[in-house]
C-alpha cells in the first residue's frame, strides 16, 4: 500500500519522510514534486490549475496509489475532489488541523502567500459548527522571498515573529496555513496554541491508506 503526496515544493520531502519515520514506520511514500502548479495557481488562481492537478494525480493512482496526500493548501481543494473519479481517498493535508482550529472561539490564520487564504477560509468554513468561531487573517509581507531563496530560516524566523504580533487576548488559535511554517512554531513565544498541518494530516493519509487496503 503506497500513499502518494503532491508537494509544490521540494521541501516538503524530508518532512514528511521524517514524520513518517518517528510515526507510521513501515508507510510507503511516494513523493511527487510539481512546483509549477503553485507558480500558475498564485497567478491565475487555483482553478487554474486543476486540469493539471487531475492529470498528476490520476498518474500517481495509475502508479499504484493507494492514497494521495496534497501538500499544498493553495491547491489543496482542488485535489481533494478529484477522489470519487479516481477511487482513491486524496486528502488535503490542512484539513485535520481545520477541524481543530474551529473548536476555538477565534481564529488566526498565518499565510506567506495570498493564495493559500481564500482555500484556508473556505475549509474553516466547512468545519466550522454553530456558533462558528472569529476568523482573522495575517499575511506575512516579505517572507516568501526568503523562502524562494532557499533561505528557511529566514522565511521561518519571518513567520515566527509575525506569530508573536498576534495579540493573545481573548484567546483563539493561530493557524499556519502552510505546511513549510510547521517548524516556525517551535520559534514562537506566543501564549496562544500554534497548529500547523504536516503531522495531523499525514496521520490522517495513513489511516485513509490502512483503511482503503
Not at 500513499?3 to 515544493?9: G, K, V, Y
Not at 519522510?17 to 495557481?41: C, F, S
Not at 496526500?69 to 481517498?89: D, H, Q
Not at 499556519?176 to 520559534?187: G, I, N, W
Request: glycine share 8%; charged share 20%.
Amino acid at each position: 500500500m503506497t500513499l502518494a503526496l503532491l508537494h509544490t515544493s521540494p521541501v516538503h520531502v524530508p518532512v514528511f519522510d521524517g514524520l513518517r519515520d518517528r510515526h507510521h514506520p513501515g508507510l510507503d511514500l511516494k513523493h511527487l514534486v510539481a512546483e509549477e502548479l503553485l507558480v500558475r495557481a498564485r497567478a491565475d488562481g487555483p482553478e487554474a490549475v486543476a486540469d493539471a492537478v487531475r492529470d498528476v494525480l490520476a498518474e500517481a493512482v495509475a502508479d499504484g496509489a493507494t492514497a494521495v496526500l496534497c501538500t499544498c493548501s493553495t491547491i489543496g481543494g482542488i485535489a481533494e475532489r478529484n477522489a470519487a473519479a479516481l477511487g482513491v481517498p486524496v486528502l488535503r493535508v490542512d484539513r485535520p488541523m481545520a477541524a481543530e482550529a474551529v473548536r476555538a472561539r477565534k481564529v488566526v490564520v498565518v499565510a506567506a502567500v495570498e493564495s493559500t487564504l481564500a482555500p484556508t477560509l473556505e475549509l474553516l468554513r466547512d468545519e466550522s459548527g454553530d456558533p462558528a468561531p472569529s476568523v482573522t487573517t495575517l499575511l506575512v509581507d516579505g517572507a516568501w522571498a526568503p523562502f524562494l531563496a532557499g533561505d528557511h530560516d529566514g522565511y521561518l524566523d519571518a513567520v515566527a515573529a509575525a506569530v508573536d504580533r498576534v495579540d493573545p487576548a481573548g484567546g483563539g488559535v493561530v493557524v499556519l496555513a502552510q505546511a513549510s511554517m510547521a517548524d516556525a512554531a517551535e520559534r514562537t513565544t506566543t501564549p496562544l496554541p500554534v497548529l500547523s498541518s504536516p503531522r495531523l494530516g499525514l496521520a490522517a493519509a495513513a489511516s485513509a491508506v490502512r483503511g482503503h487496503g
